[in-house]
């Protein structure tokens, strides 16, 4: 199966800074996707950003991009002038482009955004 | 609002008892998958139905079955509950199976399960 590495369980970052959570995946396959999910205390699951393995380009959604590092196997989100509404739990997801829909998650990095 | 209801929101019950959880899919969407939150954990999946059949499983428990009706709306039970059973269960679902145009969930807002 495959996995997927948080290694900041916390991150803080203060008001209108840039901030930049790290996540790691272990694949063989060479057609995925990789996503960034925000988590805030209501609990709701909201899509931040997603990418195509096969698309070189990194994906950008306003303040939120990606610096997606296939060979490193790497998957990082940075997200630009920090708001207040940032914080959040953070999860990055896999899910395969050929074995189905499941998603396989990170544990998390919990971000604290300070005033 | 994402699209996907899940009721209750909330659940408190006792250990031994049986509760089902339910989700009604987006519209349009064939697949429904189901995951369990522990506390400050990531997400586990239990389950995927796609149009009314089982089509994968993860780390589901024994204890817990679903199913998908013609509706397209899903139910989970879970018996003979247990402390450690206590998580939030999210429903998420998409609109059919691995493709490049789908390749996103919506998720519910999840039922928080207490068991007491």
């Known amino acids: 199966a495959q996995t997927v590495t948080q290694s900041q369980p916390e991150m803080s970052v203060q008001e209108a800074e840039t901030v930049t959570l790290s996540c790691t995946y272990d694949t063989s396959e060479s057609d995925y996707y990789l996503f960034w999910y925000k988590q805030p205390p209501s609990r709701q699951m909201i899509l931040v950003i997603r990418?195509?393995?096969?698309?070189?380009q990194n994906a950008t959604e306003n303040r939120f991009s990606v610096n997606f590092q296939k060979a490193a196997k790497s998957f990082s989100l940075k997200i630009s002038d920090s708001q207040l509404g940032d914080a959040a739990m953070y999860f990055c997801?896999?899910?395969?482009?050929?074995?189905?829909?499941?998603?396989?998650f990170g544990t998390g990095t919990s971000l604290t955004v300070i005033p | 609002d994402s699209g996907v209801t899940q009721t209750p929101k909330h659940l408190i019950t006792a250990t031994g008892q049986r509760v089902t959880l339910r989700c009604s899919p987006r519209s349009g969407d064939l697949s429904v998958y189901w995951y369990q939150q522990s506390l400050d954990q990531g997400l586990q999946f239990l389950i995927q139905?796609?149009?009314?059949?089982?089509?994968a499983k993860g780390n589901i428990l024994e204890r817990f079955s679903a199913q998908q009706f013609p509706d397209l709306h899903s139910e989970l039970n879970l018996s003979s509950l247990e402390l450690g059973d206590s998580a939030l269960y999210f429903c998420?679902?998409?609109?059919?199976?691995?493709?490049?145009?789908?390749?996103?969930?919506?998720f519910g807002s999840g039922t928080r399960l207490t068991v007491v």
């Open positions: 139905y796609y149009n009314g059949e089982e089509r």
């Open positions: 998420a679902s998409s609109g059919g199976t691995a493709s490049r145009s789908n390749y996103g969930y919506t």
């Open positions: 997801a896999y899910r395969s482009g050929n074995t189905g829909n499941q998603f396989y």
């Open positions: 990418q195509e393995a096969y698309k070189q």
